[in-house]
Nanobody, 112 residues
Framework: QVQLVESGGGLVQAGGSLRLSCVAS????????MGWFRQAPGREREFVGH????????YYVDSVKGRFTISRDNAKNMMYLQMNSLKPEDTAVYYC?????WGQGTQVTVSS
């Protein structure tokens, strides 16, 4: 019933761009803030950023600030992560989260 599914990951060269999508099920999608996390190979999962329930407010960690943009379209139950100026250190599995529910993750690989 409540489910999050990420998509849009892939292989991109450093300096390139990629847009991740997260589609959520459930009637209460618009009531919750949502966020993105990532987990690099051999590393623990880390927070990337989040967006308020109405999309008005966003927050990003310093390592991605100015390069990544989170947006959402509540009418379509969608959240996005636009990633620009990608770096090899951005390589990770990216996860979306809403109200304690996690997606399955999508792989982003950035080559040098």
């Amino acid at each position: 019933q409540v489910q999050l599914v990420e998509s849009g990951g892939g292989l991109v060269q450093a300096g390139g761009s990629l847009r991740l999508s997260c589609v959520a099920s459930g009637r209460t999608f618009s009531s919750y803030a949502m966020g993105w996390f990532r987990q690099a190979p051999g590393r623990e999962r880390e927070f990337v950023g989040h967006i308020s329930y109405n999309g008005v407010s966003t927050y990003y960690v310093d390592s991605v600030k100015g390069r990544f943009t989170i947006s959402r379209d509540n009418a379509k139950n969608m959240m996005y992560l636009q990633m620009n100026s990608l770096k090899p250190e951005d390589t990770a599995v990216y996860y979306c989260v809403c109200n304690g529910i996690w997606g399955q993750g999508t792989q982003v690989t950035v080559s040098s």
